[in-house]
């Protein structure tokens, strides 16, 4: 059965950093496109990151590109969202997924398109 578990939320100030990890199980994922996304109360879950299964492409949302970077270790089975100067308009649950191949950008940015996620972890920051 294949599995993303995603760790490393909790609760930072304003201009905090955390990292997020999500690790699979279940079958190797260095051939899979791997990405965040995440979802504050009352709103949609919205894309954060993107990377390709080597790591040439990445795509970030324009609202954390410069402070968010997206990162793996192919040989963990792990995938990074580092997050630095956070703010409290980041506050949400963070999920990880995964899918075969690169999209273009429009697509790969739809939750939709996506099979596989992970159960999400919280990130809160206080201002």
């Known amino acids: 059965q294949v599995q993303l578990v995603e760790s490393g939320g909790g609760l930072v100030q304003a201009g905090a950093s955390l990292r997020l990890s999500c690790v699979g199980s279940?079958?190797?994922?260095?051939?899979?496109?791997m990405a965040w996304f995440r979802q504050g109360p009352g709103k949609e879950r919205e894309f954060v990151a993107a990377?390709?299964?080597?790591?040439?492409?990445?795509s970030y949302s324009d609202s954390v590109k410069g402070r968010f970077t997206i990162s793996r270790v192919n040989a963990k089975n792990t995938v990074y969202l580092q997050m630095n100067s956070l703010e409290s308009e980041d506050t949400a649950a963070y999920y990880c997924a995964m899918r075969p191949t690169w999209l273009p950008d429009l697509r790969l940015r739809n939750a939709d398109e996506y099979g596989i996620w992970g159960q999400g972890t919280q990130v809160t920051v206080t201002s």
């Open positions: 990377l390709s299964d080597t790591g040439i492409y990445t």
């Open positions: 279940g079958r190797t994922f260095s051939d899979d496109t």
